[in-house]
Nanobody
Framework: QVKVAESGGGLVEPGGSRRLSCAAS????????MSWYRQRPGERRERVAT???????TYGDSVQGRFSISSDFAKNRVFLQMNNLEPEDTAVYFC?????????WGQGTQVSVSL
């Protein structure tokens, strides 16, 4: 059974940076991509960034140029470097591991951007 766990959330001041980590364990079918999503209070979950096993990266419009996704597929790990954080980036950030067996979500980690 695949389990996904995020870490690195916390309170950050506007303009600051934060690095989130995600690790998938119990992976039997090769991971094809890993993604970060976020969900603000009262809103739908939105995709933040995705990286494929081949290294192709895509970003949501609201984070383009500020966030950077990286990965280590040999260890089923993915990272999200968040720079120049804004109060609007406050959300629960979720990691999703995708393979031919399906997608698995983590429980999320809270990022709060405030003075």
């Amino acid at each position: 059974q695949v389990k996904v766990a995020e870490s690195g959330g916390g309170l950050v001041e506007p303009g600051g940076s934060r690095r989130l980590s995600c690790a998938a364990s119990g992976v039997m079918s090769p991971t094809t991509s890993m993604s970060w999503y976020r969900q603000r209070p009262g809103e739908r979950r939105e995709r933040v960034a995705t990286v494929t096993r081949g290294g192709f990266k895509t970003y949501g419009d609201s984070v383009q140029g500020r966030f950077s996704i990286s990965s280590d597929f040999a260890k089923n790990r993915v990272f999200l470097q968040m720079n120049n954080l804004e109060p609007e980036d406050t959300a629960v950030y979720f990691c999703k591991q995708l393979s031919l067996a399906g997608g698995v979500w983590g429980q999320g980690t809270q990022v709060s951007v405030s003075l």
